[in-house]
């Protein structure tokens, strides 16, 4: 069975590099895309961006899911000094962020990759650390429009899903190849689905004589699927953010790029996440958790310096958007907002990988 495979390395990426991609648009990134939380999010940034500057550094921040660019095309318009590394796994994303952000080209370095390939990203800038790292996790708002990426349930497409479209793995194979062990495991690990078992006896009696390929195709099973009377929202919804996890590998992408951004930050740099369901905050959860407390084994009389925590907390739980700003984007309406700040020297370069990645092993 073919498995998703991972933007290999981090590559800089030219805005005509992929033949005119977002030529037939008829909307520039900027009328399309509203950013979330975008005055939060710069201010927890600022005092990063303010501690580079004060020890005399060029400040540079790392906006891992770079989508359609407003959130980095704020910080550089407000910012003259800073540099941006953008991430992002979607071509036509990349492009059309260029596009926008052509006045700071000379200020921004995209690449296209997985946002957990950080390492990669700092190595084709040149650098070794940044001040400020921002995750926006989840769809963009650019790929739900997109109607032919099939990540949404509200209109008929091709069963896709992929963010990055140079992937093998698509929404189709997995709905028409998984069997009922695997497909359990998807939506009930990604998509919390109740009511799995039905549609997945459902799934497997459709594809025997007619194998799935729209987005409308299968929304409708599910709805038929679905017990009568269900409330919670459209019948669809989990089982779509499931299969959108599973192929795109999302939960395994971030854990790695958690890790890998706590040790990415210099000294006073800030990380900033905002997640959309409760898998991945969850996991930025524990991430941060990790980060902001001592490893020191209880009733040492003296705190070993190594087993101090690095980071300290800047947002108390999670943080939601207030109801004037999901009035103006409806999208912003799931979002939850979560950072931290370094508040130690880097004991190693590889610090946080290397501790995760242990537990890792060890709790398997």
Not at 112 to 128: F, K, P, R, S
Request: proline share 4%; hydrophobic share 35%.
């Amino acid at each position: 069975m073919t498995k998703n495979k991972r933007a290999a390395g981090s590559q800089a990426v030219n805005a005509h590099a992929f033949d005119g991609a977002a030529s037939g648009r008829v909307q520039s990134a900027a009328e399309r895309h509203v950013p979330v939380l975008l005055e939060r999010c710069l201010d927890l940034l600022q005092p990063g961006i303010d501690a580079a500057r004060d020890a005399g550094r060029t400040p540079w921040v790392i906006d891992a899911t770079l989508g359609m660019g407003g959130h980095t095309y704020q910080l550089l318009a407000r910012n003259p000094d800073v540099h941006v590394i953008g991430i992002d796994r979607d071509t036509n994303a990349l492009v059309m962020a260029s596009e926008r952000l052509t006045e700071y080209s000379d200020r921004l370095v995209p690449c296209h990759t997985t946002y957990d390939n950080i390492d990669e990203a700092l190595e084709t800038a040149g650098i070794e650390a940044v001040d400020g790292i921002l995750f926006d996790l989840g769809v963009s708002s650019y790929q739900l429009d997109e109607r032919e990426r099939g990540f949404a349930y509200s209109y008929d497409a091709p069963l896709d899903m992929r963010m990055d479209t140079t992937a093998e793995l698509t929404a189709a194979e997995v709905v028409n190849t998984y069997t009922h062990q695997q497909l359990t495991r998807v939506l009930k690990a990604y998509g919390e689905e109740r009511h799995a078992r039905r549609i997945i006896d459902a799934i497997l009696r459709t594809r025997e004589t007619e194998p799935f390929t729209t987005t409308g195709q299968l929304a409708q099973l599910i709805i038929d699927a679905y017990p009568r009377g269900t409330k919670g929202g459209h019948p669809a919804k989990r089982t779509f953010q499931a299969l959108r996890v599973e192929v795109n590998n999302e939960l395994a992408v971030l854990e790695s790029a958690l890790p890998a951004a706590l040790d990415a930050v210099a000294n006073g740099g800030r990380i900033v996440v905002m997640s959309y369901q409760s898998l991945e905050d969850r996991l930025v959860k524990y991430a941060f958790a990790q980060a902001t407390t001592s490893s020191a084994p209880v009733g040492l009389p003296i705190e070993p310096e190594e087993h101090k925590a690095q980071y300290r907390l800047i947002t108390r739980g999670n943080e939601k958007p207030t109801e004037r700003e999901v009035e103006e984007n409806s999208r912003a309406a799931a979002a939850r907002l979560r950072a931290v700040e370094r508040i130690r020297e880097p004991l190693s370069r590889h610090h946080y990988t290397d501790r995760f990645s242990h537990r890792s092993r060890r709790n398997s």
